[in-house]
Nanobody, 121 residues
């Protein structure tokens, strides 16, 4: 069974930091591009950050550039999202997403169930 399990969410004050982790199993992690999405109440799901399968390239939503950093450790089958200078508008459920990059895995996608981040005084 493919699993993407997020952890690290919680309550943090504005200006604080959190690091989210997504532990993957059941597929060849090193051949999948990984992303973090978020969904706040009443809002559409938003792509926050993405990273290529080998970790050589990243991309970020404009709203988090300079504050968030996505990284991965293919020896641990884990992708991370370091979140600094958090703002109340960052409050959302953060979801881990995997997308296959090889010919045999193209169009294969997996979603985690999410971890809640609340930024509040």
């Amino acid at each position: 069974q493919v699993q993407l399990v997020e952890s690290g969410g919680g309550l943090v004050q504005p200006g604080g930091s959190l690091r989210l982790s997504c532990a993957a199993s059941g597929f060849t992690f090193s051949t999948y591009a990984m992303s973090w999405y978020r969904q706040a109440p009443g809002k559409e799901r938003e792509l926050v950050a993405g990273i290529t399968s080998a970790g050589g390239s990243t991309n970020y939503a404009d709203s988090v550039k300079g504050r968030f950093t996505i990284s991965r450790d293919n020896t641990k089958n884990t992708v991370y999202l370091q979140m600094n200078s958090l703002k109340p508008e960052d409050t959302a459920v953060y979801l881990c997403y995997a997308e296959g990059t090889t010919w045999s895995t193209l169009y294969k996608v997996y979603w985690g169930k999410g971890t809640l981040v609340t930024v509040s005084s």
